[in-house]
């Protein structure tokens, strides 16, 4: 399409007005969709919202909350009672008694034993504990004192059993506690995710334990 000169000539002048009025505000023409701070403007919906970061729980994972109850536990066969967190699901199987919640359990562990645990024979177990464990390390051995009486405390890490919906497993601070009495062996095996700060619950477990006939 042919345009007139006179139209031509009427679009130059309306430039050049628009640039006199600019020049003489003493300021810039600011662009639409710009602030003039010089701040992006801010964008509304769900793609203009920047996402938050993760907030970390106020415990980490396997730590047992303090408001958690505990209950006795005596077996059926009886000449023990110890307290387990009120909740934990129970597996039973021959002499032993599992109670889980998550990655966290105490294992109870009865035997006969006609003289009581060692040091020197908790460093035996625990050598055969290296050799067979999944994820085995940091072990050592101690002897120490409960309301029940002394116990022969073997600690190492190890990995957890593989949880049946992930496939996964987790490294674990293991606390395996040797009581004796009368001719009798309770083991509490108390085991945990690696940095989890248990070390009350645990006490009330171990301080629990009370023999009877």
Do not use: H
Not at 22 to 39: E, F
Not at 100 to 113: E, F, G, H, L
């Amino acid at each position: 399409m042919r345009v007139r000169p006179s139209t031509v000539r009427f679009m130059v002048a309306a430039i050049a007005v628009a640039g006199t009025l600019a020049a003489c505000s003493g300021g810039t023409a600011t662009p639409p969709n710009v602030i003039a701070s010089g701040t992006a403007p801010a964008a509304s919906g769900s793609a203009g919202t920047t996402p938050q970061a993760n907030v970390t729980e106020s415990n980490p994972a396997g730590d047992i909350p303090d408001t958690q109850a505990f209950v006795d536990f005596t077996p059926p066969a009886g000449g023990y009672s110890v307290k387990v967190p009120e909740g934990w699901a129970r597996t039973d199987s021959g002499g032993s008694v599992l109670f889980s919640d998550k990655y966290n359990s105490i294992s109870i562990d009865t035997a006969a034993a006609s003289v009581a645990p060692s040091e020197q024979s908790a460093a035996t177990e625990l050598a055969a504990l290296g050799s067979t464990t999944p994820g085995f390390g940091k072990g050592s051995v101690t002897t120490v004192q409960r309301t029940a009486g002394s116990a022969v405390l073997i600690t190492y890490t190890a990995d957890s059993p593989v949880n049946a919906v992930t496939g996964k497993v987790v490294s674990q601070d293991v606390e395996r506690y040797e009581f004796w009495n009368n001719g009798r062996t309770v083991t509490l095996t108390l085991s945990a995710p690696v940095g989890s700060d248990n070390v009350d619950p645990w006490r009330t477990v171990t301080d629990s334990l009370q023999w009877s006939a």
